[in-house]
């Protein structure tokens, strides 16, 4: 089955509800008014689903092969990959300075969706390549941005980023690969494991970006520097060089994503891998968090992605799939709320991370400093929300998607067991989901004492005080007041034992608190976006003179924009009325405070 997405609602975030055709209007985008984004968007929808989606299949069936030296792609990974460089779709969110297409980060986003719903693992190659030439051109010297960046971008050259290591998951200050100083660059000697993409033949050279510790620096973090280690040397002239003493020793075998090659590299076995500092000495970590904030939310759209292909293939099947003689599996409600349960979920995710990529563009745009450091404390804070509810949220919905396809949705014939082994690595890189919530209970809401979080709160606020007596919506307000009460609830508690020194109780009721989170600001928003989405539709009605409810219901039947603001009307009453309540359970088990989990004797 083909890829689709739901294009109309994509048009809905960007230009109905955000408005970043109003972003046009700056200095920074000017002249990306709506008619140049929705070219863009259309071109990147075509180029998804004629030259990525032949790929998905066979990135799953062939996958990626280690032979001697090398490492092959799938078949068509490198004629794809040459033609999505051809088209500027790497770099299209950087400045055009090395090659970037200076487009806002919301647009490219949703193009972005389009590209890893079609097929993650290929996906996987141009993200990477992408981060990590940002990352040089933001904290590199002229030269060395001149050096690497703008072959990387035009997809000559590719990227990587790397930190584990055998010894070094997620606790990246116990890495022990080592760079020793030699006159203006450094000898790299050291293994890192679970390396996407860091090494294949769709590129002429790898870049790689390297977390290591110069000899004689502090351990933990705050002894990491940050290096540029090419596969291949690269000459001052921008030619390719000898080989950089960079070895692959294996490829890893895993349950989804089997296209994109996964590798445990060795750097200087020979004591000849030569790497450049980037940026300053001891702050690699720092600048790779820069990368690393980019990649969770990266993450979170795979989530998403695959959670709208998933949706998508299931709503098609269920129509077409009869049972029990000649009824369609679609007229059965068990049937029905599976769907639902899934369209809401990826209207969902979408909204949320649509809007947190619109944070980014109205940070750029924005003159005011004060505004400015506002935009980036509330994308900071939703960063990993992003992340982990997206991806938990995701794999989810892939669970339903095969659940409506029965039996059929457990074999490789039908394509939602592929998204499903393929998005579950989205909750576990990058981060684990559990860090995530740590990181938002122990970093995030208490950034700059708590403003950041108290304005994200006084927005969702603010909504609830304004449409409380909404005429249509008035209840699904009033619901998503109760649960936004309960976060702050929670909230004081996490701080109350916070203070008394109770550590282990906020890390054992992280998770719930994010999904808590999650749940509340998803239904803010998609609510928001139904208020909109009935005021459009009731001015249909009036156009066609629909003055009961039967009229209503035929123009939403044969109306495709009606049916399709309709739809977004009731994913919204659907979420609040049978997936918010799930917060209040959760509240509760909070503030329980149940310690079994902590006492037991495993």
């Known amino acids: 089955m083909a890829y689709k997405v739901n294009y109309r609602d994509v048009e809905f975030n960007l230009f109905d509800y955000l408005k970043i055709q109003d972003l046009g209007q700056s200095e920074k985008y000017a002249g990306f008014g709506k008619e140049e984004c929705s070219a863009i968007l259309g ?20 996958g990626c092969k280690h032979e001697g030296d090398k490492v092959t792609a799938p078949p068509g990974f490198k004629e794809a990959y040459h033609n999505f460089a051809a088209n500027g779709f790497i770099g299209m969110d950087v400045p055009t300075t090395y090659g970037g297409m200076g487009l806002p980060v919301g647009l490219t986003m949703a193009a972005t969706e389009f590209f890893v719903g079609s097929c993650i693992a290929f996906s996987m190659y141009s993200g990477l390549t992408r981060g990590s030439a940002h990352l040089i051109e933001a904290f590199g010297s002229e030269e060395l941005a001149q050096r690497f960046v703008p072959n990387m971008y035009g997809g000559k050259w590719g990227g990587t980023m790397c930190l584990t290591e055998p010894q070094a998951g997620s606790a990246v200050g116990d890495l022990s690969t080592v760079a020793v100083k030699d006159g203006d660059q450094y000898k790299i000697k050291g293994t890192k494991i679970f390396i996407s993409s860091g090494d294949h033949d769709l590129t002429e050279n790898i870049i790689h970006l ?15 520097s940050l290096f540029v280690v090419p596969k291949f040397r690269v000459n001052p002239d921008g030619s390719t060089g000898e080989w950089n003493d960079v070895k692959t020793v294996n490829i890893e075998h895993k349950m ?36 690393m904030n980019e990649a969770r939310i990266a993450c979170g759209l795979q989530g998403a992605a695959a959670s709208s292909a998933a949706y998508e293939s299931a709503l098609d099947y269920a129509k077409v799939r009869t049972q029990g003689g000649k009824t369609l599996i679609l007229d059965y409600p068990d049937v029905r ?16 991370l649509l809007y947190s990529a619109n944070l980014d563009d109205k940070e750029v745009v924005e003159k005011d400093e004060a505004t400015k450091e506002k935009y ?56 684990t989901n559990g860090i995530q919530a740590l990181d938002l209970i122990g970093r995030k809401i208490g950034q700059k004492n708590g403003e950041y979080f108290r304005e994200l709160y006084e927005e969702m606020n603010g909504f609830c005080t304004k449409q409380a007596a909404h005429p249509a919506f008035a209840s699904e307000v009033g619901s998503i007041k109760k649960a936004l009460d309960q976060v702050g609830q929670v909230t004081m508690k996490l701080a109350e034992w916070g203070m008394s020194g109770n550590v282990l109780s906020p890390q ?7 999904y808590n989170l999650g749940d509340v600001f998803v239904s803010y928003l998609l609510t928001d976006q139904a208020v909109l989405a009935l005021a459009k539709l009731e001015e249909i009605w009036k156009s066609q ?33 049978n997936i918010l309540p799930q917060a209040t359970a959760r509240t509760k088990a909070i503030l329980a405070d149940d ?6 004797r495993f």
């Open 545 to 577: 003179g629909a003055d009961n409810e039967e009229k209503k219901s035929k123009i939403c039947t044969e109306n495709d924009e009606a049916r399709f603001l309709e739809g977004k009307v009731k994913s919204a009453r659907f979420f609040v009325a």
């Open 376 to 431: 980036a404390g509330r994308l900071s804070l939703l960063t990993p929300v992003c992340k982990a509810y997206c991806t938990d949220m995701g794999f989810k919905v892939t669970e339903l998607a095969m659940q409506v396809y029965g039996g059929y949705g457990y074999i490789a014939e039908y394509p939602v067991e592929q998204y499903m082994r393929d998005v579950k690595i989205s909750s576990i890189y990058e981060g």
């Open 43 to 62: 071109e990147a929808l075509k180029f998804a689903q004629k030259e990525i989606d032949p790929l998905f299949k066979k990135s799953d069936q062939v």
């Open 210 to 224: 390297v977390l290591a510790r110069v000899e004689g620096d502090p351990a933990g973090t705050k002894g990491i």
């Open 337 to 352: 709320r599976m769907l639902i349960t899934m369209k809401a979920y990826t209207e969902g995710m979408r909204a949320l």
């Open 508 to 514: 054992l009721h992280a998770m719930s608190y994010l």
């Open 256 to 291: 989804g994503i089997k296209g994109s090659s996964t590798c445990t590299l060795s750097f200087g076995d020979s004591g000849n891998c030569i790497g450049y500092m980037l940026g300053e000495q001891r702050r690699g970590m720092p600048m790779m968090f820069q990368m």
């Open 595 to 600: 310690q079994s989990p902590l006492k037991i």
